[in-house]
């Protein structure tokens, strides 16, 4: 028979174990809940971090077209009008025999003059944001069929809808990459752009006709690497497929719900 004071020494140690045992528990749920949290921070300062080295390298990638853009607006723009207003003067003064071989030559000229103002305007970030997605695309489209390097063909569906000018800008230029690979390295006959608009997301895509690659030979493309990281600035769905005699498609799917809740 246990006495009463052996009870209560009995009772006291379950106490202290008991005491111990939830101050282990409850130190090791705070010493978890701080790592968690210190890891989580960590990881969302290395976001942070590569979010605005992105964001840097794509201003500076967006100032050096904006500047291209305006040196051949301004000089080599206006060395072309002054060539097509000198041959206007020519033109005038020469025989008839000669003349049309000086409006050919007039023609040519304009011609440049055309391109390259169109050219200006698809490495100008700010006409791009003020034209639009839609209205960029259409541009580049129309330059490549007035080029003759490749046969296009832009569908619209749905009601088009409102998204930042910054995403507009980023996900034009995602479909610019992608059009001037297709032009130096697909071999392609035809180019097709599709924009969905739903009133959750939009839907992009892009295929050519050409010869396709072979993914794992260019997974460090500079290219490639330009377009996927474009598309997690704005935390768009980039999707890449191809393969060797089978062309190329490009899937980017925008959600317009998420902007919407930021």
Known sequence: MLSKEEILLIIYFVVVILLLT?????????YQRRKNKMLQEQFEAKQRFEREIANSRLE????TLKNVGWELHD???????????????????VSETEKNSALEIKETVANSLQEVRSLSKSLNNQVIGYAG???????????????????????????????????SIILFRILQ???????????????SVHISFT??????????????????????????????????????KFELETSIGA?????????LMRQQDE
């Open 247 to 255: 062309g190329t498609s490009l899937s980017l799917r925008y959600s």
């Open 133 to 167: 997605l839609v209205v960029s695309v259409e541009n580049e489209l129309a330059r490549f069929q007035r080029m003759g390097v490749i046969e296009t063909h832009l569908e619209i569906t749905g009601e088009k809808q409102e998204i930042p000018q910054q995403h």
């Open 22 to 30: 939830a101050f282990v528990i409850v130190f090791f749920v705070v």
């Open 60 to 63: 500076m990638q967006e100032q």
């Open 199 to 236: 009133s959750e997301e939009i839907i992009i895509t892009a295929k050519d006709n050409g010869q396709g690659f072979d993914m794992e030979a260019v997974k460090k493309n500079s290219g490639l690497f330009n377009m996927e990281s474009r598309a997690a600035l704005i935390q768009a």
């Open 75 to 93: 000089n080599i723009g206006q060395l072309l009008s002054v060539a097509n207003m000198q041959l206007n003067i020519f033109s005038k003064n």
């Open 177 to 191: 990459e992608f059009f001037s690979n297709v032009i130096k390295h697909a071999k392609a006959s035809a180019l």
